[in-house]
Nanobody, 118 residues
Framework: QVQLVESGGGLVQPGGSLRLSCVAS????????MKWYRQAPGKERELVAG????????DYADSVQGRFTISRDNDRNTVYLQMHNLIPEATADYYC???????????WGQGTQVTVSS
C-alpha cells in the first residue's frame, strides 16, 4: 500500500527552525517528483517547494525563497523541508505530495501541523 508519512511539525517561536520529513513507501520513490504544500485555515492549499526525481532541481514559492530548503534522500525514500526564520504566516498544515511524470497516479500525505507563535 502507498504511504506518505509526514513528521516534524509542532509549535515554534517566530525566528525559529523546523525540519519536516516525509517517508514514502509502496511506490518507486525515486521515479516521482516530490513537493510540499501547505494550507492555512480558511486559505487555499499552496505549493511551498518542489524537487525533481534526482534532486538536482528545486523550486520555491516566493514567500519562502531563501528561508526554506527542500531535499530528498532516495536511498531512504524520504523528502525533507528545512524551514528557517519562521514567521507566523507559515502557520499551516504541511502536506507531502508525490507525482510521477509517467503514470497518472498522485499521492498525498495526511499532513503535519506547523504553528509559529510567541
Amino acid at each position: 500500500q502507498v504511504q506518505l508519512v509526514e513528521s516534524g511539525g509542532g509549535l515554534v517561536q517566530p525566528g525559529g527552525s523546523l525540519r519536516l520529513s516525509c517517508v514514502a513507501s509502496g511506490f518507486p520513490f525515486s521515479s516521482y517528483d516530490m513537493k510540499w504544500y501547505r494550507q492555512a485555515p480558511g486559505k487555499e492549499r499552496e505549493l511551498v517547494a518542489g524537487i525533481t526525481m534526482s534532486g538536482r532541481i528545486t523550486d520555491y514559492a516566493d514567500s519562502v525563497q531563501g528561508r526554506f530548503t527542500i531535499s530528498r534522500d532516495n536511498d531512504r525514500n524520504t523528502v525533507y523541508l528545512q524551514m528557517h526564520n519562521l514567521i507566523p504566516e507559515a502557520t499551516a498544515d504541511y502536506y507531502c505530495y508525490a507525482q510521477s511524470r509517467y503514470v497518472s497516479a498522485v499521492y498525498w500525505g495526511q499532513g503535519t501541523q506547523v504553528t509559529v507563535s510567541s
